[in-house]
């Protein structure tokens, strides 16, 4: 039997922690420990051409050094293949995923031949061209696997604990979205909702510029006939120039010749308040602390 509780960090290992990251970390950890639950940690690195070697020990590392340890042996994605596996035929054979045979070329010239011009975070929302309805792969080889947003249900409206009251039509702002990718990495979208499942997770702790995932995943959860955790969107940090801090904008690696300092930025990020001691005095403080404000 699964503890009432269950959250998770799940980073990816394309290099060290940030101050970002750590925000995310300590926020997730704080909530497990103010709802008596489980802290787990899980190494997303399916997206192996993106993985650093040694990212994963190093972000380990990082957090020990912060006193957050996962609660339960750490997981690989990239050992997770078949579970992802399952689930793509689940979705296949309840008519939820069909095989797209679009390059990326092929996506535009469908939407400019349609006048449309759609698009998002620079990608193309993606027309529908190989839907089984419309015919198909139209003889062109597969090269990935998308999921059929179901027409008529595809508005996901849901609640966010810091952001509120949430919705996104996912079929008119995102599209069909990959499950499998051509090169046979599998899409975060479809192992993010996997393993929060087979791991029991109940409470989705993670940073605000994920927000945006998640009517993807919930959408993802119905169609397999999974729980739907609970989602909180820590805050961003922002750099001097107000730009979210990440790894592609350069983020420094957090720098923990003092763990402590480290633990007080997020904390400040997180509006805790202040607090004295060594780490595990600190965590302690915290954990009231958001106990008060978030159960
Ligand atoms: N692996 C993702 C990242 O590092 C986080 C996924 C999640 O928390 O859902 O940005």
């Known amino acids: 039997m699964f503890p009432v509780y269950r959250g998770r960090f799940a980073p990816s290992p394309t290099g060290p922690l940030h101050a970002g990251s750590l925000v995310a970390a300590l926020a997730s950890w704080l909530d497990a420990r103010a709802h008596d639950g489980a802290w787990l940690v899980r190494i997303e690195d399916v997206d192996t051409p993106r993985c650093v070697p040694d990212a994963d020990r190093l972000i380990l590392k990082q ?6 340890q996962s609660d339960e042996p750490v997981v690989w994605q990239s050992h997770r293949g078949a579970l992802y596996q399952r ?18 070329k092929d996506i535009e010239a469908a939407l400019h031949s349609q006048g449309l011009k759609r ?3 620079q990608m193309a929302v993606y027309p529908g061209t190989c839907r089984p309805e419309r015919g198909g792969l139209h003889g062109k080889p597969a090269r990935a696997w998308r999921f059929a947003c179901p027409g008529n249900s595809s508005h996901v409206i849901w609640h966010d604990r810091r952001l509120g009251a949430h919705q996104q039509d996912v079929s008119a702002v995102v599209g069909d979205f990959v499950l499998l990718r051509g090169d046979g990495v ?30 993807r995943q919930i959408l993802l959860q119905q169609a397999l006939a ?8 820590t805050p961003l940090v922002r750099d ?12 420094q690696a957090l720098d923990l010749s003092d763990p ?3 633990l007080h930025e997020a904390a400040r990020c997180l509006n805790l308040p202040a607090a004295t001691g060594l780490v595990p005095e600190l965590l302690h403080h915290w954990v009231q602390a958001w106990g008060q404000r978030w159960r």
């Open 119 to 121: 698009e998002r975070h």
């Open 226 to 233: 999974l729980p739907v955790p609970t989602y909180l969107h």
């Open 186 to 215: 599998w899409a975060y979208q479809l192992a993010v909702v996997v393993d929060d499942a087979e791991q029991g997770i109940t409470c989705v702790v993670r940073g605000e510029d994920l927000a945006d995932n998640t009517p």
């Open 260 to 262: 402590a300092a480290a």
């Open 87 to 104: 689930a793509l035929d689940e979705l296949i054979e309840k008519g939820h995923a069909y095989p797209c045979g679009c390059s990326r």
């Open 63 to 68: 957090l020990a050094d912060c006193g957050l």
């Open 240 to 251: 001097a120039q107000g730009e979210k801090l990440s790894k592609q904008t350069g983020a």
